[in-house]
């Protein structure tokens, strides 16, 4: 059976559609069949992340409009023929579909495809739950902040709410020197309150950005040995269900000097 | 909670098969000779209708998760609706929640027409009552609503009001609150707003194994949490004393409640 995942987070910016093109890249690099769905209608960008953007000639509207057919909104990587992306109009309002239109979506796509990934939208309003309906299982993503974790909190309770019992925690943007000096939240402090399985942790990385502007997710170019993309190919690994032991950001290699630092002050204490 | 027994003239209410409650904030359950009563809040009790359905919706399935282990499986359940104006695909989705939790929708009551209509067109054995019976105006000396039970993590966003005290067998998050007439008991940590004695009863109390909240308030008293954090948590109890709320270790709160002179 195809798995139907929701990537999401309540909190704009945290990391949903980089999370979304980088974990769709690695299980079509592993093999699986994929197809992502941008659920971002009339503020689209994961045709921008994955370098697709060019090649749109059809969006779901249209598929849902019965003014095409789905095969041909689908934009086939060349890069990496195991992935297609589905693509939202940029024109259009979050209303332009329903929540039982994006299960019929998704379900002519299970057909073809083992993963289905659904970037949701920020928020909690239709655009939401045009994105979650479908799915079986929630990826829900944070940043280790008071606000992000509290949306992310309240769309834990929402997606429970709407029987998407399967949910799992990315925690984006880690820095591992400030949680340190205890300016930022712990992996433990986000755990605590949000009480669901953590499935990784990826840290927080210039050439996240940069990979982002190149139109090209982190596990496919040249930078695919860093530690953030490293990161991204654990989380497949552990939805495939391996057991992958947690990396070791801390503390960052580089940084020997807080090492120094943490060494003595453990002495202390 | 209200031993007063000098109750003015008691509101002459319709003899009714099911009895109504006056105050019902939220979705609830309600054990009644074998039956189970499912109460909806009535229609001007909710705050913002463009979300009326889906806060309902998210209760329900609250009660419902938190519940479960209570009930016999197949236990008839009464929808109480009152004024709620309900479609035939919600009044389908109620029933099919309780399906899923064995627990069988028995019949709709109702006091609008509409509702009426839509659960007739569903299937479902239906019986309109006259709306009279919800304009009774509160008793003044009301008993106070059997405690809440709830088995779950109430989380950012939810809001639980109650009649009567609330029971949390999990944390209370921040950005979310607990309501309560009565006391609010938490076996988890609590993070978010609690408030006891809502209605204005002192002598109610606030407990949690981790009393960390963003803010208690018990009757008009209000207590923040402290600038920094303690170091270390232990299961706490606030009251009210009359130098305003107190907290203290519930080891302590046993003997001070055994030793105070209190009326
Ligand atoms: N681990 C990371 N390290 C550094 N920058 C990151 C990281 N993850 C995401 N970013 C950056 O954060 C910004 C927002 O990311 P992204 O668009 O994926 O968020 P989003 O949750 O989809 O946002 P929206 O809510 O607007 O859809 C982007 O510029 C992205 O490059
Ligand atoms: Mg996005």
């Known amino acids: 059976m195809s798995r139907i995942i929701v990537v999401t987070s309540g909190k704009g910016g945290v990391g949903k559609t980089t999370t979304t093109a980088n974990l769709g890249m690695a299980l079509a690099q592993r093999g699986h069949k994929v197809a992502v769905i941008d659920a971002d209608f009339g503020l689209r960008n994961l045709d921008l992340l994955l370098g697709l953007e060019n090649r749109i000639v059809y969006t779901a509207v249209e598929v849902l409009a019965g003014e095409c057919r789905l095969d041909q909104a689908l934009v086939r990587d060349k890069r990496q023929p195991n992935l297609a992306l589905l693509p939202a109009a940029q024109n259009r309002t979050k209303d332009a579909v329903t929540p039982d239109q994006m299960k019929k979506l998704v379900g002519a796509l299970t057909k073809a495809f083992h993963f289905v990934l659904i970037d949701c939208p920020a928020g909690i309003e239709m655009g939401f739950q045009n994105a979650i309906t479908p799915a079986r299982e929630a990826i829900v993503v944070t940043t280790p902040e008071v606000a992000a974790v509290r949306d992310a909190d309240r769309v834990v309770g929402l997606l429970e709410a709407n029987d998407v019992k399967r949910m799992y925690l990315v925690i984006n943007r880690l820095k591992p020197a400030m949680v340190e000096q205890d300016m930022m939240m712990s992996v433990k402090d986000v755990q605590d309150i949000l009480a669901i399985p953590l499935l990784g942790v990826v840290p927080d990385d210039e050439r996240v950005v940069v990979s982002t502007n190149r139109g090209e997710p982190l596990v496919l170019g040249a930078d695919s040995t860093s530690l953030a993309a490293t990161a991204f190919g654990n989380i497949v690994r552990r939805l495939e269900g391996e057991k992958v032991p947690f990396l070791d950001l801390n503390p960052p290699p580089e940084d020997f000097f807080s090492r120094i630092r943490r060494f003595f002050q453990g002495r202390k204490s | ?263």
């Not at chain 2, 099911?18 to 009563?37: A, C, M, N, W, Y």
């Not at chain 2, 499912?38 to 359905?53: C, R, V, Y």
């Open chain 2, 1 to 263: 909670m209200n031993s007063d027994s000098s109750v003015p003239n008691p509101p002459s209410s319709v003899a009714q098969t099911i009895p109504e409650p006056t105050s019902v904030p939220q979705v609830r359950f309600k054990g009644e000779g074998g039956r189970l009563l499912l109460l909806l809040p009535s229609e001007n009790e909710i705050t913002t209708p463009a979300t009326a359905w889906a806060d309902l919706w998210q209760q329900l399935k609250q009660r419902l998760n938190g519940g479960d282990r209570f009930w016999q499986p197949n236990t008839a359940v009464y929808l109480i609706a009152r004024d709620r104006l309900l479609d035939t695909r919600q009044l389908q989705a109620i029933s099919e929640a309780l399906t899923e939790a064995k627990l069988n929708l028995k019949r709709v009551y109702t006091s609008r027409r509409q509702t009426a209509v839509a659960a007739a067109t569903g299937g479902f054995s239906v019986e309109q009552q006259s709306p009279i019976a919800h304009l009774n105006p509160e008793t003044v000396g009301q008993a106070i609503a059997e405690p809440l039970y709830i088995e779950t993590t109430v989380r950012s966003g939810v809001e639980i009001r109650h009649p009567g005290t609330v029971i949390v067998l999990g944390d209370v998050n921040p950005g979310s609150s607990i309501v309560a007439d009565g006391d609010v008991l938490v076996w988890g940590a609590l993070r978010g707003v609690a408030q006891a004695g809502a209605s204005g009863n002192s002598r109610c109390i606030i407990m949690a194994l981790r009393l960390d909240p963003t803010q208690i308030r018990i009757a008009d008293f209000v207590a923040r949490a402290p600038e920094t954090p303690p170091q270390q948590y232990y299961p706490e109890v606030a009251y009210v004393t009359p130098d305003g709320i107190r907290i203290i270790s519930t080891a302590d709160f046993s003997k001070d409640r055994l030793e105070l002179p209190e009326s």
